[in-house]
């Protein structure tokens, strides 16, 4: 019961950082998107004057999306239009507790991992995860009654699709170089060195996997230039007949699965939660480990904000024309090398 009542702090401890990571986010759009175009950014709301640099903004967003009118369209599938905001957000925050935050340390004289759930197929399980929010795109696009939400939603379907194949083709290369699909060995075997100084980071073992899979995940995000599913301003979105917190729930899906493939691209690419030439035990060492982890994290949720923010938004068929006929037969080319380097590697 100890283990269960641990593992449960831990997933709480995921979806809490994330929701909090997600609000953060909100403002650091704001204030990256403000500094790109020269201007102030958000900074109006205040408490008792005080301003704080727009820090307040994501309160009141979150104040606003809890008090609007929940407004209902007269002809829609109730059960399914409630539940579609749920499946996005829900599977994306079950996703945040797949990660490992950080290795195992010692308390008390027991072993403790920070990883909050852990599986030796942890990498397929979080995959499995993003795939299932799809349904939530199309489940919202059909339940809202409205031909511009279901054209929305087929769209979203075809975009996520894509781009899960190619995700998948991406990291194939690098869980075969580990020899692993469990993410807390992944980030183990970049504990050691290559020639001698370079850390053993994925980054730096899969350079081009690297680049196809941040492209790929920013696709999977549905985050500017790949917003074709939601992009409101000239084309009609599948979320088009959510208002209120509904609607809030999938602006919160975006960030919260940015969160979790940044998690990702940290764990496979960039060392995790580990630091080179520093190693601490007890509680500090855990706390050192998941600081670390949520750092590198952060830096990747900015480069994919600033990805956002500089190019332009693609159309439909360049958007799946890159995943398609670039993105997989290059990822599916890395493989190839990759398993031919692996074998030759081995033979000398």
């Known amino acids: 019961m100890t283990s269960v009542a641990w593992t449960a702090v831990k997933v709480i401890f995921a979806v809490v950082t994330g929701l909090n990571i997600a609000g953060f986010l909100g403002w650091l759009e704001r204030k990256q998107s403000a500094v790109l175009q020269d201007r102030i950014g958000a900074n109006r709301a205040d408490i008792f004057g005080f301003r704080v640099l727009g820090f307040f903004h994501p309160i009141a967003d979150a104040l606003k999306m809890l008090t609007k ?17 749920g499946i996005s957000l829900g599977f994306g925050l079950l996703g945040l507790a797949a990660l490992p935050f950080g290795g195992a340390i010692t308390v008390f004289g027991h072993s403790v991992s920070l990883q909050p759930i ?32 279901l054209i929305g939603g087929l769209r979203g379907a075809s ?12 990291l194939a290369s690098v869980a075969f170089v580990y020899g692993t699909l469990d993410l807390q060995q992944a980030v183990v075997w970049q504990g050691r060195h290559l020639f001698g100084f370079l850390p053993a980071w994925g980054i730096f073992v899969q350079p081009l996997g690297f680049l196809l899979f941040l492209t790929a995940a920013a696709a999977e995000t549905k985050r500017t230039p790949f917003d074709l599913p939601e992009g409101e301003s000239e084309i009609i979105g599948y979320h088009v007949e959510y208002s ?29 939660w580990q630091s080179p030439g520093l190693h601490l035990a007890g509680v500090l060492g855990g706390v050192v480990m998941v600081a670390t982890f949520l750092i590198k994290v952060m830096f990747v949720l900015f480069l994919l904000m600033q990805i956002r923010w500089t190019l332009p938004r693609f159309r439909f068929d360049q958007l799946l024309d890159l995943g398609w006929k670039n993105i997989l037969p290059l990822s599916l080319l890395n493989f190839l090398l990759t398993v031919w380097g692996v074998y030759l590697w081995r033979l000398r």
Do not use: R, W
């Not at 975009?159 to 991406?170: F, S």
């Open 69 to 85: 009118e929940d407004y209902i369209p007269p002809f829609a599938h109730q059960p399914f239009y409630a539940l579609a905001p």
């Open 244 to 272: 209120g917190m509904k609607f809030g729930m999938f602006l919160m899906t975006d960030f919260v699965e940015s969160i979790v493939v940044s998690g990702l691209a940290t764990a496979l690419y960039l060392g995790g």
């Open 118 to 149: 852990q599986s030796p197929y942890g990498l397929l399980l979080i995959l499995g995860l993003l795939s299932l929010g799809v349904h939530g795109v199309v489940m919202a696009g059909y339940a809202s009654a409205s031909n511009y939400g």
């Open 159 to 170: 975009q996520m699709i894509a781009y899960e194949v190619c995700l998948a083709t991406t």
